[in-house]
């Protein structure tokens, strides 16, 4: 009952934007091994079959990086799946290595491609301009006319003008990125947080692009929280019971609502060296999937 009571004072919080059918979910999937080496495609295959029951539909990051586009693309079709390729836009060299074997995967594959994504938080990073970043977005719509091209950025970008140029600049696919964990949330307060960031991200977004509001498909790039293992960030506590509360709680409410969410992630990455996180402590960031790395999975992933 609290549940289903914070859910329905939260989805009332948010504007009625897209509030008509169920969000898409997906889920972002890592390119490697727990033992650290690039997948194949059996392994995708194996991945596909684990995640199936829950969704058809899967996010990467880079498609030259361990072969990525090469390797998934023939798993996806043998297993009905559909990919979102990425280009890392940051550096020329990742950008035209992606792009290049972007051309020789994409084409008569079209059916298999959900969208392909140039940037990932590369405004946050401050990678790129978004000026920068926009003619790269064209570069590659120009070069794949049939498939949807957008990016993805934290939320934040999106909601602050930083953002502004790529939306005039008529780009239509837009995935924010938002963690109520990597903002100090704790458990009781996420989804107030998650569903804000995810709404003024929207709201921004369509109200700068104007008449082509109606051509915009917005939906959140990634979210998620560290089960059993993980690090805790300030008040954010990384816990599996609270990994199943913040997915009940936030990302079926989202989904709910009419936006798509990729989930990150799909599986534990175990290979994932310890890293130091803004708070300057150490982090240990391979407790995220929703499967274990064995694809095992964590907890009850139905919605209420």
């Known amino acids: 009952m609290r549940t289903a009571g914070l859910l329905s004072l939260l989805l009332a919080a948010v504007p009625a934007v897209t509030a008509a059918e169920r969000g898409t979910l997906g889920l972002a999937l890592g390119n490697k091994n727990a033992d650290g080496t690039c997948k194949q495609t059996s392994d995708y295959e194996a991945d596909f079959d684990a995640i199936k029951g829950l969704t058809t539909l899967v996010r990467t990051y880079s498609a030259n990086d361990c072969n990525t586009a090469v390797n998934i693309v023939p798993a996806a079709k043998n297993k009905n799946f559909k990919v979102v390729l990425g280009v890392w836009a940051d550096y020329d060299e990742s950008f035209n290595n992606d792009l290049n074997v972007l051309k020789q995967t994409v084409?008569?594959?079209?059916?298999?491609?959900?969208?392909?994504t140039v940037g990932s938080e590369t405004l946050y990073r401050k990678g790129l301009t978004a000026e920068q970043l926009l003619a790269k977005i064209k570069q590659v719509q120009e070069a794949f006319p049939k498939v949807t091209v957008g990016t993805v950025d934290s939320w934040n970008k999106f909601y602050d003008g930083t953002a502004d140029p790529i939306i005039k600049g008529g780009v239509n696919y837009f995935l924010a990125n938002g963690f109520?964990?990597?903002?100090?949330?704790?458990?009781?307060?996420?989804?107030?947080?998650?569903?804000?960031?995810?709404?003024?991200?929207?709201?921004?977004?369509?109200?700068?692009?104007?008449d082509n509001a109606k051509n915009i498909r917005f939906g959140n790039g990634e979210t998620g929280w560290p089960t059993t293992g993980g690090s805790n960030y300030g008040k954010a506590i990384a816990k599996t019971e609270f990994a199943e509360r913040y997915w009940k709680e936030s990302v079926c409410g989202i989904l709910k609502w009419g936006i798509d969410v990729f989930y990150f992630e799909a599986f534990d990455e175990a290979w994932k060296p310890t890293s130091i996180g803004d708070n300057g402590e150490s982090m240990d960031e391979t407790h995220w999937g929703l499967f274990t790395a064995d694809r095992k999975p964590k907890f009850d992933t139905s919605c209420p």
């Open 180 to 210: 109520a964990y990597w903002q100090d949330t704790d458990i009781d307060n996420a989804s107030k947080t998650y569903f804000k960031d995810m709404s003024d991200a929207q709201k921004h977004i369509e109200q700068v692009a104007g």
């Open 107 to 116: 084409p008569g594959n079209e059916d298999h491609i959900y969208a392909i």
